[in-house]
């Protein structure tokens, strides 16, 4: 079966308003506050899947929040347990509507520290708890630490001490201080797929083309790991994303990235708006719609 190129967009919907990601002040944690926040959460991720499938956004990413304050001490709630019927519902909904989810932390992983393993296994958890295959995955930002030497050593350490369980959910991402060429070599070792960040390769070039870098991270994906994912973003004033998507530099990225066919996250500021421009946009590329190319030829 042809596979679609799924394209879609990180954390909140800017048109229904809602983030699935709420949270609270610790000082005011309570069990039942909890509970509440978790509720809100999950039925706000529910509305934003309901309005990507109507779009055709098939691919969404989440941050660990959904389940606020998960890895810290006074937080002693089975969540998984408490919420399970809600989790399998929209696992169900992502598997019957051919979506694909994945989770990122907004600041990474600190890989040397304990901290990272926690939130890879919460993050991990969230996944499980939806019963969905290991290609949905968690993505983890690859550098961390003064220099490159070091966030790589770091980064393969990281890996290694993961459970088998856990590290089959993770791909990791170039950024400024790991490039392409440094994620795919750790991808060599420890086996965990490479997520090809297009704004952040400039911030660690790699001695190649943005094509031939997008190869090298696709040869990284393997059985199991579902499509390549690819993340488009250009740079803000301020450092952050820019508010919005230029479909021509897009268009550009998108043509660039044959014969793969990757799963692309368009992240910039207005969400869902950038990821609707992208979808007009890449609406003459027949992996986002098989057949078109051959109904156009006649056949």
């Known amino acids: 079966m042809t596979i679609l190129m799924k394209i879609g967009y990180p954390c ?6 809602c983030s699935p990601s709420r949270t609270f002040d610790l000082r005011v944690f309570s069990r039942d506050h909890l509970i509440l926040t978790i509720a809100e959460n999950l039925s706000c991720l529910a509305r934003i899947l309901e309005f990507n499938r109507k779009a055709g956004l098939y691919f969404f990413v989440i941050g660990p929040e959904l389940i606020p304050y998960a890895a810290h001490p006074a ?5 998984a347990e408490e919420f399970a019927a809600d989790f399998a519902a929209v696992g169900a909904f992502i598997r019957d509507a051919g979506m694909r989810i ?3 932390p907004s600041c990474g992983f600190a890989v040397p520290e304990g901290k990272g393993e926690r939130e890879a296994t919460h993050a991990a958890a969230i996944l499980d708890a939806m019963e969905l295959g290991t290609d949905a995955k968690v993505i983890a930002w690859a550098g961390s630490g003064p220099d490159r030497e070091t966030a790589q050593d770091r980064t393969f350490e990281w890996l290694n001490r993961l ?16 490039s392409v060429a440094d994620c795919c070599a750790v991808a060599e070792e420890c ?8 704004l952040h390769r400039d911030s660690a070039p ?25 993340v488009f973003a250009t740079p ?13 530099r897009f268009a550009e990225v ?3 990235s044959r014969p793969d066919n990757p799963d692309i996250l368009i992240d910039f500021q207005d969400r869902e708006q950038s990821a609707l421009i992208a979808m007009i946009a890449a609406f003459e590329d027949p992996r986002l719609f098989p057949g078109k190319e051959l109904r156009k030829r006649g056949a």
Not at 12 to 17: E, T, V, W
Not at 172 to 178: E, P
Not at 191 to 198: A, C, E, F, K, S
């Open 163 to 178: 459970p088998g369980g856990i590290r089959r959910r993770i791909a990791i991402r170039n950024d400024d201080t790991l």
């Open 236 to 248: 803000g004033k301020d450092g952050r994303p820019a508010h919005t998507i230029d479909a021509d």
């Open 191 to 198: 086996g965990v797929p490479v997520v090809y960040d297009h």
């Open 75 to 79: 937080n002693t709630l089975n969540w």
């Open 12 to 17: 909140a919907n800017r048109s229904i308003g």
């Open 102 to 104: 994945a989770v990122q």
């Open 254 to 256: 998108l043509a660039a």
């Open 206 to 230: 790699s001695p190649c083309s943005s094509a031939e870098a997008m190869r090298r991270c696709a040869a990284t994906w393997h059985e199991g790991d579902g499509a390549p994912i690819l």
